[in-house]
Protein backbone atom coordinates (compact mmCIF):
# COMPACT_ATOMS: atom_id res chain seq x y z
CA UNK A 1 0.00 0.00 0.00
CA UNK A 2 1.42 3.37 -0.95
CA UNK A 3 1.74 5.61 1.91
CA UNK A 4 1.67 9.48 1.10
CA UNK A 5 2.19 11.54 4.57
CA UNK A 6 1.91 15.13 4.97
CA UNK A 7 3.54 17.29 7.59
CA UNK A 8 4.15 20.61 8.80
CA UNK A 9 0.05 22.30 9.40
CA UNK A 10 -0.43 23.82 12.11
CA UNK A 11 -1.65 27.35 13.30
CA UNK A 12 -0.34 30.94 11.82
CA UNK A 13 -1.98 34.14 12.61
CA UNK A 14 -3.20 35.77 8.84
CA UNK A 15 -0.20 37.32 7.09
CA UNK A 16 2.22 34.12 8.07
CA UNK A 17 3.89 31.46 6.45
CA UNK A 18 3.82 27.94 6.47
CA UNK A 19 5.32 25.07 4.67
CA UNK A 20 3.52 21.58 4.30
CA UNK A 21 5.69 18.40 3.29
CA UNK A 22 4.52 15.05 1.62
CA UNK A 23 6.77 12.46 1.67
CA UNK A 24 6.49 9.50 -0.46
CA UNK A 25 8.20 6.66 -2.13
CA UNK A 26 10.32 7.51 -5.06
CA UNK A 27 9.07 5.66 -7.27
CA UNK A 28 5.80 7.78 -6.91
CA UNK A 29 7.51 10.83 -6.13
CA UNK A 30 9.64 11.12 -9.15
CA UNK A 31 7.18 8.80 -11.68
CA UNK A 32 3.92 11.02 -11.31
CA UNK A 33 2.80 14.70 -11.15
CA UNK A 34 2.02 15.66 -7.26
CA UNK A 35 -0.32 18.06 -6.23
CA UNK A 36 -1.61 19.97 -3.51
CA UNK A 37 -5.66 19.92 -2.73
CA UNK A 38 -7.70 21.70 0.26
CA UNK A 39 -10.37 21.02 1.98
CA UNK A 40 -12.46 23.40 4.34
CA UNK A 41 -15.15 22.51 6.56
CA UNK A 42 -18.74 21.88 4.48
CA UNK A 43 -16.82 22.24 1.38
CA UNK A 44 -15.61 19.96 -1.97
CA UNK A 45 -12.01 18.97 -1.93
CA UNK A 46 -10.09 21.75 -4.19
CA UNK A 47 -6.86 22.22 -5.77
CA UNK A 48 -4.39 24.29 -4.68
CA UNK A 49 -0.86 23.35 -6.86
CA UNK A 50 0.84 21.24 -8.73
CA UNK A 51 3.77 19.52 -10.27
CA UNK A 52 3.88 17.91 -13.72
CA UNK A 53 5.92 14.63 -13.63
CA UNK A 54 6.07 15.51 -17.37
CA UNK A 55 8.84 18.41 -17.46
CA UNK A 56 8.21 19.72 -14.28
CA UNK A 57 5.59 22.66 -14.89
CA UNK A 58 3.78 23.72 -12.22
CA UNK A 59 0.03 25.58 -11.78
CA UNK A 60 -1.80 26.76 -8.96
CA UNK A 61 -5.56 27.51 -8.08
CA UNK A 62 -6.33 31.31 -8.62
CA UNK A 63 -6.81 31.80 -4.89
CA UNK A 64 -3.56 30.96 -4.32
CA UNK A 65 -0.98 32.34 -7.21
CA UNK A 66 1.45 34.31 -6.10
CA UNK A 67 1.90 33.16 -2.57
CA UNK A 68 1.96 29.84 -2.64
CA UNK A 69 5.05 27.80 -3.81
CA UNK A 70 5.04 23.88 -4.99
CA UNK A 71 8.19 21.99 -4.97
CA UNK A 72 9.86 18.33 -5.98
CA UNK A 73 12.97 16.97 -4.21
CA UNK A 74 13.51 13.78 -5.85
CA UNK A 75 16.70 13.15 -4.11
CA UNK A 76 14.68 13.37 -0.78
CA UNK A 77 11.11 11.95 -2.17
CA UNK A 78 9.43 15.18 -0.73
CA UNK A 79 6.91 17.22 -2.39
CA UNK A 80 6.60 20.68 -0.50
CA UNK A 81 4.28 23.25 -0.40
CA UNK A 82 5.06 27.09 1.22
CA UNK A 83 1.98 29.24 1.95
CA UNK A 84 2.59 33.01 2.38
CA UNK A 85 0.71 35.88 3.31
CA UNK A 86 -1.48 33.23 4.67
CA UNK A 87 -5.39 34.51 4.59
CA UNK A 88 -8.07 32.86 6.97
CA UNK A 89 -9.91 31.64 3.98
CA UNK A 90 -7.01 29.35 3.51
CA UNK A 91 -7.88 27.36 6.40
CA UNK A 92 -8.28 23.74 5.60
CA UNK A 93 -7.16 19.92 5.87
CA UNK A 94 -4.46 20.09 3.19
CA UNK A 95 -3.88 17.08 0.80
CA UNK A 96 -0.95 15.38 -1.12
CA UNK A 97 -1.75 13.32 -3.71
CA UNK A 98 -0.31 11.88 -6.81
CA UNK A 99 -1.48 11.01 -10.21
CA UNK A 100 -0.02 8.95 -13.14
CA UNK A 101 -1.12 11.44 -15.89
CA UNK A 102 0.01 14.97 -16.97
CA UNK A 103 -3.19 16.91 -17.38
CA UNK A 104 -6.56 17.71 -15.76
CA UNK A 105 -4.11 17.96 -12.35
CA UNK A 106 -7.47 20.29 -11.16
CA UNK A 107 -9.59 17.33 -11.07
CA UNK A 108 -9.90 14.93 -7.79
CA UNK A 109 -10.42 11.61 -10.15
CA UNK A 110 -7.25 11.86 -11.77
CA UNK A 111 -5.43 10.73 -8.75
CA UNK A 112 -4.65 7.50 -7.71
CA UNK A 113 -3.24 7.98 -4.39
CA UNK A 114 -4.05 10.23 -1.23
CA UNK A 115 -2.71 11.27 2.17
CA UNK A 116 -4.45 11.24 4.82
CA UNK A 117 -3.97 15.16 5.67
CA UNK A 118 -2.57 17.78 7.30
CA UNK A 119 -4.65 20.76 8.99
CA UNK A 120 -3.64 24.11 8.68
CA UNK A 121 -5.69 27.36 10.50
CA UNK A 122 -5.10 30.57 9.25
CA UNK A 123 -6.30 33.10 12.62
CA UNK A 124 -7.08 36.60 11.86
Known amino acids: QVQLVESGGGTVQAGGSLGLSCAAP????????MSWFRQAPGKERDFVAG????????NYADSVKGRFTISRDSAKNLVYLLMNSLKPEDTAIYYC?????????????????WGQGTQVIVSS
Open 97 to 113: AASPYHSNLDYTRTYDY
Open 26 to 33: GSIINQRS
Open 51 to 58: INWLGGST
